[in-house]
């Protein structure tokens, strides 16, 4: 199993490279949800299917992809769209865009009796959409093999997520939904780019 050191010396590499005009495409980098991401993928087999968003490099990395084939991805232009069906990981650049595709996949895996579970990151702002409520009923109701794991610091690009709803703090803060897993962290980087160069 990778440490939080690991994590962060592999964003610091992308981010050198990035800043140094080698990665030539958007990229949205990890920080500060080492350890938290470290115990939510302990549990996780390689059978199981893990869905993200444009920040996937940690769930990459995590979920068993050699450093060297992601950093050459990411390299490549892929960082906002990285997806490995050897390791059964699969990340969207659109907003949201991955939550059906995870719960159609849940789905068909509860219908073929499959022994996975589909794990399914979405940021805090994503988490209080309508597509991610009706998945996450579609999901309960039917007892599709799915959890989701929000992953809070707060922002939507350089937006306040709960001053834009009017809301003191994420609606999954305290949920007791076994389908839910909600954690909090503090990123050192920008909503996009690593400081230097094009950012948002």
């Given at each position: 199993?990778?440490?939080p050191q690991?994590?962060?010396?592999f964003e610091e590499r992308v981010a050198t490279a990035f800043n140094s005009g080698q990665i030539r495409s958007p990229i949205h980098l990890h920080y500060g949800n080492e350890e938290a991401l470290i115990k939510i993928f302990a549990p996780i087999r390689p059978q199981d299917w893990v869905f993200s968003s444009w920040r996937s490099h940690y769930h990459c990395l995590l979920k068993g992809?050699?450093?060297?084939?992601?950093?050459n991805s990411i390299i490549s232009g892929n960082s906002i769209a990285l997806c490995f069906a050897e390791h059964r990981i699969f990340s969207s650049a659109i907003v949201g865009g991955s939550v059906p595709i995870a719960l159609g996949?849940?789905?068909?895996?509860?219908?073929k009796a499959e022994d996975a579970t589909v794990y399914c990151f979405v940021g805090d702002m994503t988490s209080e959409s309508g597509l991610f409520y009706e998945s996450l009923k579609y999901a309960r109701n039917h007892n599709l093999p799915i959890v989701f794991i929000v992953e809070d610091n707060g922002k939507s690009v350089m937006t306040e997520t709960f001053t834009t709803w009017g809301q003191p703090s994420s609606?999954?803060?305290n949920s007791t939904d076994p389908r839910v897993i909600h954690y909090k962290y503090t990123n050192k980087y920008p909503h996009s780019g690593a400081g230097v160069r094009v950012q948002f």
């Open positions: 199993m990778l440490s690991d994590l962060v010396a992809v050699d450093q060297e084939q992601l950093f996949t849940a789905m068909a895996m509860k219908r609606t999954f803060e």
